[in-house]
Every structure is written in C-alpha cells, then in structure tokens.
C-alpha cells in the first residue's frame, strides 16, 4: 500500500506544537492595517489554536 501524501497547503498554514496542539495563522493581517484598531491588531499578534474538534482532521492532512 503506498504511503499517504500530505496536503500541502495544510503543511502550509499549520504547525504542530510540543504538547500537541494545532497552531494557525490568523485572517486580516496582510496590508491595509491602518483601518484596524490598535486593539485588533495587537490581538492578531498573540498566537491562535485550532479547535480541539479540528485537531484530529489537521493532523491527518499534515502527516
């Protein structure tokens, strides 16, 4: 049986951590950030977890 390929655009956009969780990006931090508050952007900062429900689907795309 061959082995699985990895969606490359999950490997993309997630990385797993030690304690096995998911993280991910977060939307609207591209350009045009002069229309954001202070506030928005200094929380797009801080670092984002996928769902709990989410996780098992993810690692299956990346491994």
Do not use: C, W, Y
């Amino acid at each position: 049986m061959p082995k699985m390929k990895s969606v490359k655009g999950a490997v993309k956009r997630f990385k797993v951590k030690k304690n096995g969780s998911v993280k991910r990006g977060t939307a609207f931090r591209s350009h045009i950030l002069t229309k954001q508050d202070a506030k928005t952007r200094r929380e797009q900062n801080t670092p984002k977890v996928i769902a709990k429900a989410d996780e098992k689907n993810v690692k299956a795309m990346i491994n």
